[in-house]
């Protein structure tokens, strides 16, 4: 499940997809906090938090939908190979000759990285990642089960019990209409998040608008 809000939703409006977002938006009930003991401490309402916190623009949805409204977007006006990476490439005045892994080629006038936090593509251009990724001290994973029952507890809302250690686990139904939800009944997301502040985290750490800690320093 995606938490889409900030740049990538302004991003969304200015390319006019946000009533394709909105159908596949997957609102929750409430958000409840649970003790170690698996007691509620609080609960808050999603409305509220997603108008107090984020004016509204902010969606749920599986990342695979994403994908789906966007492909169907694209697909009759731009050409899109699946299974397909940058191996190599070569920048010049007139454009980018670009070398893909199943051995074609290509002349671009512009080579983006959106290929993630391991891009291929940044490290080709700029070296090893190492020296553009610095670890905050989060371990994070998220995983779907087929569990009807525990899909039935949950229903719309999210569940998240903190324990000792700066440890947490999240849980919250998949939407039944999801067209990446592919097995009998439905599915339950889970998330653990492991937060352990490690010595060698650099200080200089800025926050934005969000509270989200990011890195200061920049790619030159």
């Known amino acids: 499940m995606v938490d889409f809000f900030g740049p990538e939703y302004d991003a969304a409006e200015r390319l006019g997809i946000l009533p394709d977002l909105e159908a596949i938006h997957y609102p929750i009930s409430r958000l409840r906090f649970l003790d170690s003991q698996g007691k509620e401490k609080f609960s808050l309402p999603y409305s509220g938090v997603r ?32 299974g397909t990476t940058v191996e190599s490439f070569q920048q010049h005045v007139g454009g980018v000759e670009v070398k893909l892994s199943d051995q074609s080629g290509c002349h671009v006038d512009l080579l983006v990285g959106g290929d993630g936090i391991h891009s291929r593509i940044r490290e080709l251009a700029f070296g090893p990642a190492a020296e553009y990724l610095r670890f905050l001290g989060y371990h994070a994973l998220a995983f ?18 903190t324990i000792p250690e700066n440890k947490s686990v999240s849980t919250r139904a998949c939407p039944a209409h999801s067209h990446t939800v592919s097995a009998p009944g439905r599915r339950c997301r889970l998330g653990f998040l492991n937060s352990r502040r490690h010595r060698g985290i650099a200080a200089d750490i800025s ?10 320093r920049k790619m030159q």
């Open 144 to 161: 779907l089960v087929s569990d009807q029952e525990l899909s039935s507890q949950t229903e719309n809302t999210l569940y998240t019990l």
């Open 207 to 216: 926050r934005d608008g969000l509270g989200n800690s990011t890195p200061s």
């Open 51 to 82: 108008k107090q916190i984020f004016d509204d623009r902010h969606f749920n949805f599986m990342r695979g939908e994403l994908e789906r409204v966007l492909y169907q977007k694209i697909s009759k006006a731009s050409v899109v190979r699946f």
